[in-house]
């Protein structure tokens, strides 16, 4: 009996610390989440910068309100970041569509038609489906074509 009693405590304890590795595994992975939201004064900037200051697993919030975006850093959720800007500040806020231009496949065609976007950025085709569908297309003669479709919500206009 004395050998059944080890192994079963063997096996209770590699259960035990089994259990007690997944608890450490369910953490938030350690990240970098931006957010596009408007901000027209100091006080929304302090507002939005307030909204996630106090959150659980946040290290670092940067606020940039001349391109209306918002960083924060730490062991978050990146959709749970997003619902307490929008819940805290009554603003509209979306995930920071743009990214480098230079991490973009060239040629990128929807890049000349955004307006919208900071210096040196480019709207994130991977995320956008209406940029996407243009900067994806496979052969040259789809992609050519549709720049000057009035389905294209990206299209150039010629006057």
Excluded at 30 to 53: H, N
Aim: one cysteine or more.
């Amino acid at each position: 009996m004395g050998a059944l009693e080890a192994i079963s405590d063997f096996c209770s304890t590699a259960c035990h610390m089994m259990q007690h590795s997944n608890k450490l595994k369910k953490r938030k992975p350690f990240q970098t989440v931006e957010i596009k939201v408007k901000m027209d004064c100091e006080g929304c900037e302090r507002r939005v910068k307030k909204s996630v200051e106090g959150m659980k697993g946040v290290t670092q919030v940067e606020v940039e309100p001349k391109q209306s975006k918002l960083t924060v850093t730490g062991y978050v959720d990146a959709n749970k970041v997003l619902e307490r800007v929008r819940h805290r500040t009554g603003k509209k806020a979306e995930f920071w569509p743009y990214v480098p231009y230079d991490v973009v496949p060239h040629p990128y065609a929807p890049e000349a038609y955004d307006k919208k976007a900071p210096p040196g950025y480019v709207r994130n085709v991977f995320q956008d489906p209406e940029a996407s569908a243009l900067a994806r297309a496979n052969s040259y003669e789809v992609k050519y074509t549709t720049v000057f479709s009035d389905e294209n919500p990206n299209a150039c206009s010629i006057m």
